[in-house]
């Protein structure tokens, strides 16, 4: 059997909001493999954000342990968190995190850009990205320019820049209507097919959660239910 990308020992997070602890996520244990579609469903504020943020690094674990790859990212220096979440790892976000004064080539380049890749190889990579995610036509195009539907697509493609081993998707439709749901859905689930990379998909959308091939229910920072083969 193939050895998780992500593994979360025990992992729990506490934050202070004015004052008093809230507990977002209470001891998980869990495994991502290469090639799986997870989606990761609950109720606003049950902890599916935070467990997102803990795999993919941009959040520390109050306690437990993360392995990233065998690593135990808690060992690793932030330079070393850092270039592993640039090199290794991609993310879409709900909002786009898009740079509104960048054109959509631009802005798929820059993570290639930052990890100090030549910029006329990371433009070709980034146009064929954008031809990939139907998108060549707006290539010049300031993202600010962009539909929502259009927006997320660039967000697609600049997550793949890298060649990423697991991409981690926080609610990516929630900002789109149900015909641009599905077609981003599709295009992820085309992507995690053709590329064998592993995407982690965070939704509160049943209809979303049906593309994942593993589903996960977490209630009250607590994974309820780990089901394969089902769809909800």
């Known amino acids: 059997m193939d050895k998780p990308i992500v593994r979360l020992e025990k992992v729990t ?7 008093k602890k809230v507990i977002a996520l209470r001891e998980i244990s869990l495994d991502i493999f290469p090639g799986e579609f997870v989606c990761i469903v609950g109720p606003s504020g ?6 997102l ?4 690094l941009l959040d ?25 979440r640039g090199k290794r790892m991609g993310f879409i976000f709900q909002n786009y995190n898009l740079i509104p004064r960048l054109s959509a080539l631009e ?10 890749k030549k910029p006329k190889e990371v433009k070709n990579k980034a146009r064929q990205l954008l031809q990939n995610v139907g998108l ?47 077609e981003i859905m599709e295009l992820l689930k085309g992507i995690n097919e053709t590329r064998k990379v592993a995407v982690v998909t965070v939704t509160h959308d049943q209809s979303i959660s049906s593309y994942g091939d593993r589903i ?13 083969g089902n769809k909800c």
Not at 13 to 19: H, I, N, T
Not at 60 to 79: A, F, M, N, Q, W
């Open 53 to 56: 943020y803990c795999m993919g």
């Open 13 to 19: 997070r506490v934050y202070e909001e004015y004052g």
């Open 60 to 84: 520390r674990p109050t306690h437990g342990r993360i392995y990233v790859e065998g690593k135990d990212t808690s060992k690793l220096t932030g330079k070393e968190v850092a270039d592993f």
């Open 216 to 228: 996960i229910t977490i209630r009250d920072g607590t994974i309820v239910s780990d089901n394969y």
């Open 46 to 51: 049950s902890g599916k954000s935070t467990l």
């Open 136 to 182: 060549s036509h707006r290539e010049n195009h300031r993202s600010i320019s962009l539909s929502c539907g259009e927006q997320q697509r660039v967000a697609i493609a600049r997550a793949l820049i890298n060649d990423p081993v697991i991409i981690l998707a926080d609610e990516p439709t929630g900002a789109l209507d149900s015909e641009n749901s599905k």
């Open 107 to 116: 802005n798929v380049m820059l993570p290639a850009i930052i990890a100090g």
